[in-house]
Structure formats: C-alpha cells, structure tokens
C-alpha cells in the first residue's frame, strides 16, 4: 500500500492508523447492503422516468451540450460497521448508435485498455447472449493505492425501443497485497482492510437526440469510520467512488468518440 504526500502529516497519519486496522465483513453488514441493493431495484424498475436526468427540469438539457453529471445519492442510513457509498451519473455521445455503444460496454476483453489506469487487466470468464461473467483486477487510487481482483455477475436487456439496461453485480472483492511480486497474496472476500466490500452498478442507455444517452449508477460497500475520524476522513474517502465515476463516464464517452 502506498500514500501519496499531498496531505498535512496528521491526515497522512490519521489515513495510515485508520486503514493498517483490518476489518472484516459481518454477516449483518451483508444483509444490510443487501437489502439496500433490493430495495434500490424496486424503486428503480418504479420509477416514472426511464432516464434520471428526466427527472429534473434542465438536466437532459445540460447533458446533451457535453457536461458530464455526477451526483450522489447518499442512504438515510448505512449497514452496521460499514459506508455505502451511491452516485449517480450521465453522459451525452453525439452521432452515435446504441448498438455501438452496446458492444463497446460488452467488449470485457479490452476494457484494461478503454478504462485505463482503473483497470488493469479484464477477462470474460464466461458468456452467454446477453450474460456475462467477468474478472477485472482493479487500481484504486486517492491518497491511498489499492489493488483488487474482482468478478462481476453483468446482465443486459432491451428496456424498450432504443433502450437498454444491464446490471453488474460483484461476486468476488479480494484486496492484493504485494501485487506483482513472488509475494503477491489475495485476500478472502470479506477480509483484509475493507476499502471496499462491494461494488456493483446499474446502467441505462437511450438513442435519442442525434446521439446515446450512457447513465449509470454506482453503489459500493466500504468500512465506517471510527468515531473521531470522521468529519476529516469521510470526505477523503467518499471522494474515491466519485472520482471512479466521473472517469467511467469520460472514459466511455472518450473511447466511444475515438
């Protein structure tokens, strides 16, 4: 684990205290994120507007002329001992297909290429129409490096004419000590330091205004913070999954237009 220096020493040493302790992942921590994923999903296939951004007057609009919207959506409450951490977000692709689009976000094998730094290295594992099990090793990077081997479970559906949605749920977080070394070791899932437990994401896609609309919701498990630590640490620390965000949207946005 490396940290960057660009903090005051008593961050860096409140940073380094908090993450040397390990954590691990209680069985009510799971239930409890588990039920927020359920209840997200019903809310999700409830809502009026296929599209989030349609929910707000001006967004689509904004979108459309090229920002790239982030936004969090922070839960009423988190899971015993742990942060969920939920973010919404959306770009516009101009003169663009959603066929293409579709094949760019299915195309597992190079996504170490189109999302890198994050990504280091992507398989399909296996696959079957529009089912994809898939294995990525994954660099997260703010103040603190962390390397992950992860699988996702990713499911696609035509939502519609010129829609489609798709789901990727983790079924494997392992933290890796020492990656690239004869000394390289995963963790058991649920082990290690708890940066991150879980992460899954929901997508939407809609052709329409000359181009593809690309939404996405990412939702993430994490440890807490230990009392004291928490007004300095918590922004830190949320600012990650954010940041994750932001270049998926870009990245995809980027490669699309290459």
């Known amino acids: 684990m490396r940290v960057s220096m660009r903090l005051s020493f008593p961050v860096l040493g409140l940073l380094s205290s908090f993450f040397i302790l390990t954590a691990g992942l209680a069985p009510r921590t799971e239930r409890g994120y588990q039920a927020y994923l359920a209840n997200f999903e019903s809310n999700l296939a409830k809502r009026n507007t296929f599209l989030f951004i349609d929910s707000e007057p001006g967004l689509r609009d904004r979108v459309r002329k090229g920002e790239i919207f982030v936004e969090e959506r922070r839960p009423s409450t988190d899971p015993p001992n742990a942060l969920i ?24 094998g190079n996504h170490k290429k189109y999302y890198a730094p994050e990504v280091i290295d992507s ?13 990525m090793r994954l660099l997260k990077k703010k103040v603190l490096t962390v390397v992950l081997e992860t699988e996702h479970d ?7 004419e010129k829609r489609w949605e798709s789901s990727s749920r983790s079924i494997k977080v392992s933290e890796v000590e020492n990656p690239g070394t004869a000394k390289e070791r995963q963790l058991p899932p649920g082990s290690g330091h708890g940066f991150v437990w879980h992460m899954d994401s929901y997508w939407r896609i809609e052709e329409s205004d000359g181009g593809v609309y690309v939404e996405c919701t990412s939702i993430s498990l994490s440890r807490d913070i230990p009392l004291g630590m928490n007004r300095l640490l918590r922004p830190i620390i949320e600012e990650l999954p954010e940041q994750s965000l932001r270049l998926v ?3 995809t946005r980027k490669g699309l237009a290459d």
């Not at 951490?85 to 597992?108: S, T």
């Not at 398989?123 to 898939?134: A, P, Q, S, T, W």
């Open 85 to 108: 951490h939920h973010y919404e977000g959306a770009v516009f692709i101009p003169r663009l297909k959603i066929d293409r689009v579709l094949a760019f976000l299915q195309d597992y």
């Open 123 to 135: 398989k399909i594992l296996e696959h079957d129409g529009n089912h994809f099990r898939v294995r």
């Open 154 to 160: 990713a499911r696609y559906k035509p939502a519609g």
């Open 249 to 251: 949207l870009e990245n």
